[in-house]
C-alpha cells in the first residue's frame, strides 16, 4: 500500500466501502476485485460511494476534488506544513465544528480547542481509536494525546487535509482519510474504539442506524462505541425543539432522541449501553476549551462541567443533559 498517507498496518485494514473485498493501489486509485475504484488524493484515499445518498454536502465537493486533481497533486505530493499560525480552515470552521458559542471566534481563534476524552487511556500498547466525522480532528487529537493510534474519517477532503496540518503542528500522531460513517472502509474488529461527536446527532434515524451498525462490525469484542447525541428531554433541546415548531428536521439539522430510545438502539445494534452527559445548556460545551471561549461563554461552559460531574452523584441529572455520550459495549 505504498502510496498512502497510513500506518502501513492501517492501510492493510482498508476495504472497499460497498461491499468490503481487499483494495489493491496503482498510482493514484485504489480498486476492488469487483472493478470499483477510490482516487487518492495527496496520499489520502477517498473511499466514498457517490451514489449513496448524500448526509453532509462536502461530500460532494470531496468527489469533485478527487475528479479534478492533477496527476502531480495525487500519490507523491505533500502540502506544506502550517507555521505556527491557526490553520485557516479551522479559523472558518469553529463555529460548525464546535458549536453556537465559537461563532464570534471565526477568524480570531488563538489555540486549538482540544477537548477532553472521556474514556479510559488504553490499557494495551496498540489500541486503535476510529471518529466518525473527525472534521478538523480535533477528538483524534484527545485521543492520540491520551495514548489510542487515533483514526478520524470525514466526507471533506478539505477537512481531512486541515486535521493532518493541525496534528502536525501540535506534535499529535493521528491518521485520517476521507469516508463516510455509513460505510466505513475498515475491515472486521480493526478498532478498540469508534466514537463521533456532533455528526450522528445530524443523520436521519435510518443512517445512525447504519453508523452506529458499522461501528459494531469495525470494533473488536468488548470494544467501545462512545457516540455523542442530543437529548431530546434536556432544556435547551427544548427550547429548540420549540422554536422550529416540532417539525420534523432536514438536511443536517439536529435530530433529537429519548434517552430510552438511545439506549434501546445502542443495545440493539451493539451492545450492554449507558448514557452519561456531555453538556448542558448548549450542544457542545466543553470545561476543557471553556478558557478560549469569549467571556460571556465561559460561565456556561464551566456551569456545564459542574453538572457533568455532578451527575456522577445524581444519576437524575443524566437525562436533563441537551447533550449525551451514548457508551455501548460489543457483545
Ligand atoms: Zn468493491
Not at 485521543?143 to 493541525?166: E, F, H, K, N, W
Not at 416540532?246 to 432522541?257: A, H, I, K, L, M
Not at 466543553?286 to 456556561?300: D, G, N, S
Request: proline fraction near 6%; charged fraction near 20%.
Amino acid at each position: 500500500m505504498e502510496g498512502l498517507r497510513l500506518d502501513p498496518w492501517l492501510a492493510r485494514q482498508l476495504v472497499c466501502p460497498r461491499d468490503a473485498h481487499d483494495l489493491t493501489i496503482e498510482f493514484d486509485t485504489m480498486q476492488c476485485r469487483l472493478g470499483h475504484n477510490y482516487p487518492v488524493v495527496g496520499g489520502i484515499p477517498i473511499l466514498l460511494i457517490p451514489e449513496a445518498n448524500v448526509t453532509h454536502q462536502a461530500a460532494t465537493v470531496s468527489i469533485n476534488q478527487a475528479c479534478r486533481a492533477s496527476p502531480s497533486e495525487t500519490s507523491q505530493s505533500r502540502e506544506a506544513w502550517p507555521t505556527g499560525a491557526i490553520d485557516s480552515f479551522v479559523q472558518l470552521a469553529i463555529g460548525s465544528t464546535n458549536g453556537q458559542m465559537w461563532w464570534p471566534l471565526v477568524g480570531r481563534l488563538r489555540e486549538y480547542p482540544v477537548p477532553n476524552l472521556s474514556l479510559e487511556p488504553p490499557s494495551k500498547h496498540e489500541e486503535w481509536f476510529l471518529d466518525l466525522g473527525c472534521n478538523w480532528g480535533r477528538w483524534c487529537l484527545a485521543a492520540g494525546r491520551l495514548g489510542y493510534r487515533a483514526v478520524g474519517i470525514d466526507v471533506s477532503l478539505d477537512a481531512v487535509r486541515a486535521a493532518y496540518r493541525v496534528a502536525h503542528e501540535l506534535s499529535v500522531k493521528a491518521q485520517y482519510l476521507v469516508a463516510d460513517a455509513r460505510y466505513i472502509p475498515f475491515r472486521d474488529a480493526t478498532f478498540s474504539v469508534v466514537s463521533s461527536y456532533s455528526v450522528l446527532q445530524h443523520f436521519e434515524k435510518a443512517d445512525a442506524t447504519r453508523a452506529l451498525s458499522e461501528a459494531r462490525r469495525v470494533l473488536v469484542e468488548g470494544g467501545i462505541a462512545h457516540v455523542q447525541m442530543a437529548n431530546r428531554y434536556g432544556v435547551r433541546s427544548l427550547y429548540h425543539q420549540a422554536a422550529r415548531g416540532f417539525r420534523q428536521p432536514t438536511d443536517f439539522e439536529v435530530r433529537y432522541w429519548g434517552p430510552r430510545e438511545l439506549v434501546a438502539t445502542a443495545e440493539r445494534l451493539i451492545g450492554p449501553a449507558a448514557l452519561r452527559p456531555d453538556g448542558y445548556f448548549s450542544l457542545n460545551a466543553q470545561a476543557a476549551e471553556a478558557h478560549l471561549l469569549p467571556r460571556r461563554f465561559r460561565a456556561v461552559a464551566r456551569a456545564s462541567g459542574f453538572l457533568q460531574a455532578l451527575s456522577a452523584y445524581v444519576p437524575a441529572l443524566t437525562s436533563a443533559a441537551d447533550s449525551v455520550w451514548v457508551v455501548a459495549h460489543k457483545r
